[in-house]
């Protein structure tokens, strides 16, 4: 009997990726797009401070933060686990990669000191059980409310769309924080919106400079459009004003779900003739700055 010894390289070769591992996640949680409350990005108009819980992490520095909260919404929002996901301390650190420039131990303490910091802005709970870690969704904006999926009836429901693809062709290995949250403020808002610069601090909580840096990644990046808008201006000494407007990429539209090949059937003429299914329209995100 011959015994093959698999080297260490070839342990390596076949070990799972970060990507491999949120490929997964999101593959379990069965979501074309991923919805994420608007207000996780802005207050709603009449707040006190426009601000969302976006604005800590982008003041805070926070982009593993911000990433790993994200990859939690993704994982938890189907509801199909009660809005928690358990996982071992281990696949968590890998998650978020890093295990690619820690060792094992300080890897898992890592995830565990990320997740913690979600739980302190009123964003998840999270609790261990030896090794494993179960991490239950709160409210987007903050109040340390429970989850519930926003359906978009209100303002405070309205929701963004974070399509799959954002993760499974690796477009969160190429942002930085100001492009990542420079991102979530235009799924925000509709087509063709205009994000003036001078507005952030007021807006959503950080500098002009993070503003304008964010967008120009997203640009090079070719995740979102640019275009020139011209409007008249009598009193301006060229008679005119320039702005410009943004829109998604197409890399970053939602995705339309896949039908299961049930539905095919139950949209199928019956023997009689007559159809036997109506096609009903889901809530629409809107807009709300």
């Known amino acids: ?33 991923v919805p994420l409350r608007k207000t996780f990005v802005q207050a709603p108009r009449g707040s006190a ?8 992490f982008v003041t805070g520095r926070d982009l593993r933060g911000l990433k790993a909260y994200l990859l939690i919404v993704a ?22 990669d890093i295990d690619q420039t820690a ?14 910091r979600l739980q302190d802005r009123n964003l998840i709970t999270c609790t261990r059980s030896g090794t494993l870690i179960t991490v239950t969704l709160l409210r987007e904006d903050g109040s340390g409310a429970p989850y519930d999926r926003p359906l978009g009836q209100s303002e405070q429901n309205l929701y963004l769309q974070i399509p799959s693809t954002f993760w499974t062709k690796g477009y969160d290995e190429q942002v930085d924080l100001p492009a990542l949250a420079l991102l979530l403020v235009v799924l ?20 002009a400079d993070t503003h304008e840096r964010g967008l120009k990644k997203l640009l090079d990046l070719n995740l979102i459009e640019r275009r020139e808008q011209y409007s008249k201006a009598p009193l301006a000494p060229a008679g005119v004003t320039m702005a410009y407007q943004y829109q998604r990429a197409a890399a970053m539209r939602p995705r339309k779900a896949r039908k299961p090949a049930a539905a095919k059937v139950r949209g199928a003429v019956s023997a ?16 709300g700055r």
């Open 75 to 96: 994982a938890c929002s189907s509801g199909t686990d009660g809005w928690s996901t358990k996982h071992d301390s281990a696949v968590w650190a890998r998650m978020l």
């Open 188 to 207: 925000r808002e509709k087509n063709w919106s205009k994000f003036p610069a001078e507005k952030a601090p007021d807006w959503y909580g950080w500098s």
């Open 1 to 33: 009997m011959t015994t093959t010894t698999l080297t260490r390289q070839d342990i390596q070769a076949a070990k799972a990726t970060g990507r491999d591992t949120r490929a997964e996640i999101l593959k379990r949680s069965i979501r074309a797009n």
């Open 103 to 116: 060792t094992e131990q300080s890897a898992r303490t890592g995830a565990w000191r990320t997740l913690r």
């Open 49 to 56: 401070s426009r601000h969302g819980p976006l604005s800590d």
């Open 272 to 287: 009689s003739g007559s159809t036997v299914e109506k096609k009903s329209a889901a809530p629409a995100a809107r807009r």
